[in-house]
Every structure is written in C-alpha cells, then in structure tokens.
C-alpha cells in the first residue's frame, strides 16, 4: 500500500507563493499518477494538478492554470505545487493523491459524502490566504 504524505502548508497573503510537497513511499512515481485536490468549505472537492510520468503526461485546472505549477523529483519520489499569486479562493485544505490509475486527471468517484480513488489519500495540509 502506498502511503502519501504532505507538506508545506500554512497562512499566506494574497500575491503570495507557496510551495506544497508530495511524497510517497511503498512505490515510484512510475506506477502512480500523483494529483493535487483542493477543498474549500462548502464545495466540491477540485483536482488543480496531476502529473503521471508513465504516460508522460501534466494536468493543470484551468481555474490555476498560469499561477499554479508541478513539478517532480523521481529520485525522491516527490511532487511538488508552486502556487504563485495566490488569491482569497485558493484557500482550501489542499491534499495529495497517488493514483493506481496512470491517468491525468485523476478518476474519482463520489459516494456517501466521500470521494474515493484506486490508490491513496494524504493527510491534507490546510493553505489558507488571507489579506
């Protein structure tokens, strides 16, 4: 079982950047498709990122696109988020996936308040943007 643990987290202004951290260990990054989710109070849960590097392939949510990047450190089996310009509305508990399916963006299903994916969920780190 793969574990996914976050890091990076805290309160920022806005105009701000932060980076967030994925690592996973009990598997590569050449198995699992790493995604970012993010989820604010009251609303769905949002995929902002995804990146699969078995098939090569990068998702950025068009509601970042142009300030949210990823990136990868496959010797440490590390995803990183750079958020740049980061606005009121990005506050959210952002948290990472490994997904057993070599996809971007990630399948998710919705059943009973949860979301579920084949593979496993970090923690969560809460990134709040405030004034």
């Known amino acids: 079982e793969v574990t996914v643990v976050e890091n990076g987290g805290g309160l920022v202004q806005v105009g701000s950047s932060l980076t967030l951290s994925c690592s996973i260990s009990?598997?590569?990054?050449?198995?699992?498709?790493i995604g970012w989710f993010r989820q604010a109070p009251g609303k769905e849960r949002e995929e902002v990122s995804c990146?699969?590097?078995?098939?090569?392939?990068?998702y950025i949510a068009d509601s970042v696109r142009g300030r949210f990047t990823v990136s990868n450190d496959n010797s440490k089996n590390m995803v990183f988020l750079q958020m740049t310009s980061l606005e009121f509305e990005d506050t959210a508990v952002y948290t990472c996936?490994?997904?057993?399916?070599?996809?971007?963006?990630?399948?998710?299903?919705?059943?009973?308040?949860?979301?579920?994916?084949?593979?496993?969920w970090g923690q969560g780190t809460q990134v709040t943007v405030s004034s």
């Open positions: 990146f699969c590097k078995k098939i090569g392939s990068t």
């Open positions: 009990g598997a590569t990054l050449n198995e699992y498709a």
């Open positions: 996936a490994a997904s057993r399916i070599n996809s971007c963006p990630i399948p998710l299903t919705y059943s009973r308040g949860s979301y579920y994916l084949t593979g496993s």
